[in-house]
């Protein structure tokens, strides 16, 4: 009885478990294990992090009816379904639930590739319609590259760059671009006048133009333009300009049409002083300059004092245009008011021919780079005539100036000359306080021969006389007479000065028989104690 009893106990037990087993608890899995486009036969998985999930499709997909094909927890279910086309223009949400109804959201992001950019075939050169010059602002720029390029006009990058303000730069509006090269754009409403190039950029590719004018818009002064003697490396620019005459070339920028309607100034503290353009070089253009040559002023129309702050100013009809008064290195340019040449001393008040004369004083030589062909030169001005001779420098400074007397057949009075020297702004000093006096290199003991006898015409002052000219300086030797032999009687000596003896005035009869007979004669000359004859034949005077 007692194993029956205990055996049904067991059997109790076993069956009891069984029941237990039979109940299983609900899932709490709600994952979206895949997410899946087909797009022409191609399929395109989403990328799950967290509870979002990125697709990213081919360029020219219609993503506002896609179907997407999900997979999920095994007993969960998925709203909206798998198999349901979605509009993914916009973030679509799915919402899975599990067994225990318990959610997960997730949210779906499309996106398409990037289309490749088309590779654009290299350009190498920038083109820009011919005559320029006279576009007023805000008119088309046609322009041309040498390649056919297909782009949008929006991609296209055109910069108008002035050459002698590079930081000068305009963005120009593309108008309109062909695949064959051929683009349009616009000028600015206003621009500076001036020498410009451009500047194109199509993608990764930048090329620039030739230079060009732009030149009817704002009247531009930019620079002197570079005249002084440049050093190894071409460095050096002009830093100085000198008042008076000193010329120089100016870039500016005007209507060449205009032009002669301009007034152009340099200004200090306010006060104008007007600078004239040279009639040689009005408007003109070196290569791609365009270069205008003023003159300073006169001494008596300008500013007393220089320096460093002038100022560049252009009038025209009311209106004016100011701009710093500066070099081609973007230096401003130092104004020098000339002072005349003062002379001190002398190397020799008694020269002879050949020999160096040496000057010393201030203010010879200023190194003007253009001027209107002066020199420094020194003057020598009779004493009792009008005749000045002009000696060209040979060599000189600021403050020092050699001159050679020439060695020619030159005359040269023994009387003094009064010496004044002039610098190469044209300045003349006053005379030297001494006098000097030339003499010939050749020995008084050569003789004296007759070079010229001429009987003067009776139409031209102080005639009918005889003038005779000798080889060299009369000096000390004495003229007896002039002697003709069908002559009863000697022709007196009036005079003499250097080289020239001149008879006193001839009878009528004198006069008549020499000037048709033409005879022969002589001079009777004494010198050094003796006494010599010259022989000649004489002429007609002029």
Known sequence: MKKICALCFLLLVFACKKDKEEVLPLSTEKDILSFVFTVSNTAYSGT??????????????????????????????????????????????????????STKTYK????????????????????????????????????SINASIVVDKEKIKVELVNQYEETTVYELEVKSFSSIGELKSQLPSSYKNGLYFLKVTIGEQTQRSYLFYLNNSIPTFYFVSNLSKEDANGDEFNRTLVVPNELFPAQI?????????????LRKNGQDYEI???????????????????????KAKFSPVGGKD??????????EYVFPFLNQSKE?????????????????????????????????????NYKENWQTVLKLKERYTPDVTILNVEDNNDKV?????????????????????TNDIGQESAPFNQEINIEERVPTSTPLSVIKAVVVKKDVPLYKTVDITFN???????????????????????????????????????????????????????????????????????
């Open 401 to 421: 100036a050699t001159f050679i007397i020439p060695d020619s057949d030159n005359v040269f009075e023994d009387y003094p000359y009064e010496i004044t020297i």
């Open 276 to 298: 004239q353009y040279t009639s040689e070089i009005q408007y003109t253009s070196v290569w791609w300059d365009k270069t205008v040559l003023f003159k300073m002023p006169e």
């Open 472 to 542: 060299r300086m009369i000096r000390d030797a004495s003229i007896k007479a002039f002697v003709f032999p069908k002559l009863t009687n000697s022709i007196i000596l009036y005079g003499y000065r250097s080289k020239i003896a001149t008879s006193i005035t001839l009878s009528d009869d004198q006069y008549n028989y020499l000037v048709n007979e033409l005879p022969k004669g002589y001079v009777i000359i004494k010198e050094n104690g003796k006494e010599y004859k010259a022989e000649f034949s004489l002429e007609k005077g002029n």
């Open 253 to 265: 920028f005007v209507n060449k049409k205009d032009f002669p309607n301009y007034k152009f100034y």
């Open 310 to 319: 002038f100022q560049f100013v252009m009038k025209h009809q009311g209106e």
């Open 332 to 368: 401003s340019i130092e104004v020098l008011i000339a002072q005349p040449p003062v002379i001190n001393s002398v190397s020799k008040t008694s020269l002879k021919k050949g020999e160096k004369l040496v000057v010393k004083g201030k203010h010879f030589l200023y190194n003007m």
């Open 48 to 101: 799950i992090s967290g509870t979002t999930i990125t697709v990213q499709l081919p360029t020219d997909t219609d993503v506002t009816t896609l179907t997407p094909t999900i997979s999920i927890s095994k007993g969960a279910t998925v709203t909206p379904n798998s198999g349901v086309a979605q509009d993914f223009s916009k973030e679509v949400s799915y919402t899975v639930t599990a067994e225990n109804k």
């Open 108 to 143: 779906v992001l499309v996106t398409l590739q990037q289309k490749p950019e088309p590779q654009q075939p290299p350009f190498s050169k920038v083109f820009v319609e011919d005559k320029t010059e006279d576009k007023q602002g805000g008119s088309t720029l046609s322009i």
